[in-house]
T-cell receptor
Framework: QKEVEQNSGPLSVPEGAIASLNCTYSDRGSQSFFWYRQYSGKSPELIMFIYSNGDKEDGRFTAQLNKASQYVSLLIRDSQPSDSATYLCAVKYTGNQFYFGTGTSLTVIP | DTAVSQTPKYLVTQMGNDKSIKCEQNLGHDTMYWYKQDSKKFLKIMFSYNNKELIINETVPNRFSPKSPDKAHLNLHINSLELGDSAVYFC?????????????FGDGTRLSIL
């Protein structure tokens, strides 16, 4: 069974702080890992993806992947109120199968 | 121009009715998906098609039937609608590959069963 787990939150951080979002997955056949942001009433939008161990940075966002621990995280530096949303972790398996976590709700307090 | 478009955006109907949701993508992707998102925001895969062939069919009641006339379209027909079918249904598409190549989502269809 392919499971993707996230803390549901809600996670609250003050403006300007670092928000840390975590995701674990159960199947070692996982190939790529994605972070999506979803505002209330909107569709998921891609923030970034990672498929090699280590860190990948894109602006204020850093994705970290540790395949040995089956763990992927997303760090948001200098958090802004506009970052308040639900963050979805998605894991891609061979054959283009995507499985999503339950999402973490983030609130950035001005 | 919209990359993944779904119609209708809202669907309000009575229990027991049959309804369809249409999805089209103009990204040149070869794989399309249907997801159901419940009130707790969990995004659950229902079906996946690659070049019109079904490749994923999760545990979904057989009242739900996907149809892919070509690789740019994936429609979802639902028979005998039930209260538990109320949710947001998202269509998505991607290139078929083993790494990278994220999914692109439509705006969702909000289905409410009365």
């Amino acid at each position: 069974q392919k499971e993707v787990e996230q803390n549901s939150g809600p996670l609250s951080v003050p403006e300007g702080a670092i928000a840390s979002l975590n995701c674990t997955y159960s199947d070692r056949g996982s190939q790529s890992f994605f972070w999506y942001r979803q505002y209330s009433g909107k569709s998921p939008e891609l923030i970034m993806f990672i498929y090699s161990n280590g860190d990948k940075e894109d602006g204020r966002f850093t994705a970290q992947l540790n395949k040995a621990s089956q763990y992927v995280s997303l760090l948001i530096r200098d958090s802004q109120p506009s970052d308040s949303a639900t963050y979805l972790c998605a894991v891609k398996y061979t054959g283009n199968q995507f499985y999503f976590g339950t999402g973490t709700s983030l609130t950035v307090i001005p | 121009d919209t990359a993944v478009s779904q119609t209708p955006k809202y669907l309000v109907t009575q229990m027991g009715n049959d309804k369809s949701i249409k999805c089209e993508q103009n990204l040149g992707h070869d794989t399309m998906y249907w997801y159901k998102q419940d009130s707790k925001k969990f995004l659950k895969i229902m079906f996946s098609y690659n070049n019109k062939e079904l490749i994923i069919n999760e545990t979904v009641p057989n009242r739900f039937s996907p149809k892919s006339p070509d690789k740019a379209h994936l429609n979802l027909h639902i028979n005998s609608l039930e209260l538990g079918d109320s949710a947001v249904y998202f269509c998505a598409s991607s290139h078929f590959s083993n790494t990278g190549q994220p999914q692109h989502f439509g705006d969702g269809t909000r289905l409410s069963i009365l």
